[in-house]
Structures are given as structure tokens and as C-alpha cells.
């Protein structure tokens, strides 16, 4: 074990203090902050001081983090055209693209016109879904590395990041009920283009996308037979929540969803209709012959709509558990702006709650947050494929949420065994040749306080105590070591990657 290792070892063990400010000693993320909520200036405007503390604060928020360089820019600029310009974020469209996305429609025609249907025996069949079935998890896998490589490298952080909220609220598990990685990557790619853009109609879209048709069994309804599942989901976790809706509203739901059909192997949605249910329904107080479009219309005419968004909204972007006033008050601006989502983002990433002491590192990161901002952190530019064993040991694995409620978050991303994969993580990313081009983290400074305060302050952003600061500078120091004790070029590099990672694994820098 190198000097590194064993230092490590040594030092994450007197490392479990407190480091968050000290509004936050408790462990964030699982209730609402303490404190109270001033309603009459929540959503105003903040116009206090402005620095790189919470430019990194707005960026953790409204997108992974940031290198030391992407801060300092955002800190330069004003707060709101800070805000602004991850508003109105430049095109994507040359970003690269996926290198596999596979569709397994080829295959399977090519096997239906040899006769492999009719002819091949139950081995030959067997052996060719399982083919099938390795070329989607490759495909999958593809396209987990290539999302986490965008959001580590996108000019537009925000598109990203609304991207992996919609992943999470409107869910889709990859491969399970015929969802083939095509039909992953397409949906992904509406989340994209729709993140900032009218919740309703991303609503409707995502209803007729072939991986929710499938995922939710829409693709199964029709007149004879009507399927409730998407008209149930739709309702309890999409756009409403439970008890605002009744078991009547959900049948006359599913009725109006009727018809809608996928075509040339699940490639496409078609409205058949033939298979639509056309009579009289009543669906939330209002009768009509009414179809799915018209449900979501009426599902988003309700006022309950709007309080729904606006609390996940703010539990993702701003704190758990909401205050109700809070709630209605962002409710209030979502209607004002008919349910577009630009100007109800630009509002909460610019109030005062936003940036209170209760909304400072007041969410627990999520596994992908986490790795992501690591790489950030560490101003990396690519991400490894081993990458994809760290998220799956911490809790996160994309395209693959737990059940349709997607991931539980808050303090369930916080476990013995996550927070072990999180330390391993880090120890490993540290340790690898991708640090060894890193420009800021071999560039501190070779007196160990000096070196201990600034990676503490490019990590933290000040939100470390003295004692944490200097227990860093001790182990810079080689206290408890009998081999090159203090700082030297010798030890240089082992050393300052140790102190990296013993700042990683302080309680403040879980927090978002």
C-alpha cells in the first residue's frame, strides 16, 4: 500500500466532522431545512453578495458544479446573468452523438424472412434472444457513458440537468417490456429538447412516446380492453399525486386513452381509430367524447397541477418538503406562465430562498450529481467507463430507475454501503493516470496549510471548519508518518491527491 493509501486510511477516520455552515449540522436532504420561510420575499429577487461560494452553489444546482475556472466566470458576472446564461444555454447540436444506439428491428425481420420463427428449433430461438438481448445491455451501457460524458462536458449544464429530472418524474426502465435502446435515447432526447420548454406539452409527448407506450402498457389499450395503468400513473405520480383523482376518474381516463397503437416494431406511435373508445366519458368533473389529448388538457386546467409540479421543483432545485406557501407561490408563477418552464426556472434560480442559509447545501447529491461534479471538480474532461460500477455501487444507475416512482432520493442516497462506494470512488479516480494531467490540483501551493486551504477552498467553497482545514494541512504534513513527513516534492503529488479525497469525504461536500 503507498504512502497515499495508508494516509488515507489513517485520516478518513478523524474525518467525520462537521464541515457544512453551521445552519446545516444535520445531515440535509431528508426534511425541510430548520428555520423559517419569509413568504412575502421568498421569490424577490436576491440582491445580496455575490461571490464564488454561491456561484458554485448555482451551478451544483442548475447543473453538475464547476471546474475552478467555470466558478470564477460565473462569479465574475452578475447573479443574474449568471442565471441568464444558464437560461438561455447556446445550441447542443453538435455535441457528439451516441456511439450505439441499437435497434433491434433489423435483426428481428431479418430472422422472421430466414424463417427463424417458423422453422428454427427452441435452441436456435433461445440463442437468438439472447443475442438480442446482449446487444441491448452493450447498447445501454453505450449510452449510460455517453449521458454522463454530456453533462460533464455540455456548454449547456441546465438542458442536462432538467433532462435527468424528467428521467427520474416521467420514468422508463431500459429493455424491460420490449423498450429497446432506441426508444431509451429517443426519449432522452425529448427530455432534451424539452427542458426548458412547456410542461404540458412535454406531458402529451411523453404519452405517446413509444418507451412509455410500452413501459406503461398504453400500447395495450384499446376499446374492447382498456388498460389503466398509464391513466393511473399519469395521474398519481406524473402531473396530480394521490387523492386527487378517484378510481372512476382513472376507467374514464383509460377510455379516452384508447386507440393509440405503436407500428413497425415499436418504432412509432400511431392513433388507430378503430381501437378508440369514442362515447361519452367524465374525467374530473368535465364530460365530453374526450381523447388522451384532451385528458392531459384537463389534467393541467387543474389548479392541483400546478401545486404538484411546483413541489417537485422545488425538492429538486431549492429543498425538501416544501412550505405550502412556498408552494402555492410557485404554483402561482408556473400558471401565470402557463405551465412554461424557462420563466418559472429563471424566477427560482434568482430568488432569496434559493439562496438562504436553508437552501445552501440543503439536498443530498444524487450518485450521478456526485460523479459528475467530481470530475468537475477536478476540471476532468472525460469520463471513465469504470464510471458506470462506481454509480451502480452508489445507488443510480441511468436508464434503469428502481419502479415507475423513479429514484426515492434524500437520505436514501446516503447508506453505509453507498457511502463506502462513494469513498472508493473517489480513492480510485484520484489514484488513476486521468489526475495526472490535472492543472490546479498540481499547481497548490508546497507549504501544507497553504495547500490544505486552497483545495479545501476549490472543493468546498469555504464550507469547511478550521479543524477539518487543519487536520488536512496535518495529514499534508505527514503527521503519523515516519517516511518524508512533511511536504515535499516527493511526496507531492501522493500527498495532495490524499488531501483531495479526505475533502471529498467530509460531510459537506455530500451536499448539494
Not at 447542443?92 to 425481420?109: F, G, Q
Not at 436508464?399 to 457511502?419: D, E, L, M
Amino acid at each position: 500500500m503507498n504512502e497515499c493509501k495508508a494516509g488515507i486510511l489513517r485520516y478518513t477516520t478523524i474525518m467525520n466532522v462537521a464541515t457544512a455552515p453551521s445552519t446545516h449540522t444535520d445531515v440535509a436532504g431528508i426534511d425541510r431545512p430548520a428555520g423559517s420561510l419569509d413568504r412575502s420575499s421568498a421569490l424577490a429577487r436576491y440582491d445580496g453578495p455575490w461571490n464564488q461560494r454561491l456561484a458554485a452553489h448555482l451551478l451544483r444546482r442548475a447543473g453538475f458544479g464547476g471546474s475552478p475556472a467555470e466558478i470564477e466566470r460565473a462569479a465574475a458576472q452578475s447573479m443574474h446573468d449568471a442565471v441568464e446564461s444558464l437560461i438561455r444555454f447556446p445550441s447542443t447540436a453538435n455535441m457528439p452523438a451516441p456511439a450505439d444506439v441499437y435497434d433491434p428491428s433489423s435483426d428481428l425481420m431479418a430472422f422472421y424472412r430466414g424463417g427463424g420463427f417458423r422453422n428454427a428449433d427452441d435452441t436456435a430461438k433461445r440463442d437468438f434472444r439472447k443475442g438480442l438481448r446482449k446487444k441491448e445491455r452493450g447498447s445501454i451501457l453505450s449510452l449510460q457513458e455517453w449521458w454522463l460524458n454530456r453533462m460533464l462536458t455540455t456548454p449547456s449544464p441546465l438542458q442536462e440537468k432538467m433532462a435527468l429530472y424528467y428521467h427520474g418524474h416521467f420514468t422508463t426502465a431500459a429493455i424491460q417490456k420490449g423498450v429497446t435502446p432506441a426508444m431509451v435515447y429517443n426519449q432522452n432526447q425529448l427530455f432534451r429538447q424539452n427542458a426548458l420548454g412547456n410542461l404540458r406539452s412535454l406531458a402529451w409527448n411523453v404519452s405517446i412516446d413509444p418507451a412509455m407506450m410500452l413501459y406503461l402498457d398504453n400500447a395495450k389499450n384499446d376499446a374492447t380492453h382498456p388498460n389503466e395503468n398509464y391513466a393511473r400513473e399519469l395521474m398519481e405520480l406524473f402531473t396530480l399525486g394521490v387523492d386527487h383523482y378517484t378510481e372512476d376518474d382513472v376507467r374514464q381516463a383509460a377510455r379516452a386513452w384508447t386507440g393509440w397503437k405503436l407500428k413497425r416494431l415499436g418504432a412509432q406511435a400511431n392513433f388507430r381509430a378503430s381501437a378508440h373508445d369514442s362515447g361519452s366519458k367524465t374525467f374530473l368533473g368535465r364530460t365530453g367524447t374526450f381523447n388522451g389529448q384532451d385528458i392531459v388538457n384537463i389534467i393541467f386546467a387543474q389548479p392541483q397541477c400546478a401545486k404538484f409540479f411546483a413541489a417537485s421543483l422545488l425538492g429538486y432545485f431549492v429543498y425538501n418538503d416544501p412550505e405550502p406557501e412556498l408552494v402555492d407561490a410557485v404554483a402561482n408563477l408556473i400558471m401565470k406562465n402557463d405551465y412554461e418552464i424557462a420563466p418559472v426556472m429563471s424566477a427560482l434560480l434568482q430568488s432569496n430562498v434559493f439562496y438562504s442559509n436553508r437552501a445552501y447545501r440543503g439536498l443530498i447529491k444524487s450518485p450521478v450529481e456526485y460523479l459528475v461534479g467530481t470530475y468537475k471538480a477536478f476540471d476532468l474532461t472525460q469520463i471513465d467507463p469504470s464510471a458506470l460500477r462506481a454509480l451502480n455501487q452508489m445507488g443510480q444507475v441511468l436508464f434503469y430507475p428502481p419502479n415507475v416512482a423513479g429514484w426515492p432520493g434524500g437520505s436514501n442516497w446516503i447508506t453505509s454501503q453507498t457511502t463506502i462506494a462513494r469513498e472508493n470512488f473517489v480513492t480510485g479516480l484520484v489514484n488513476s493516470p486521468a489526475m495526472s494531467g490535472n492543472s490546479w490540483l498540481s499547481s497548490v501551493p508546497m507549504q501544507a496549510m497553504p495547500a490544505a486551504q486552497a483545495i479545501v477552498s476549490a472543493i468546498l467553497h469555504g464550507d469547511a471548519s478550521p479543524r477539518g482545514i487543519a487536520q488536512i494541512a496535518d495529514y499534508l504534513n505527514g503527521a503519523g508518518t515516519s517516511a518524508l513527513g512533511t511536504l515535499s516534492g516527493e511526496n507531492y503529488p501522493e500527498r495532495v491527491r490524499g488531501a483531495a479525497y479526505l475533502t471529498m469525504a467530509m460531510p459537506a461536500y455530500q451536499l448539494n
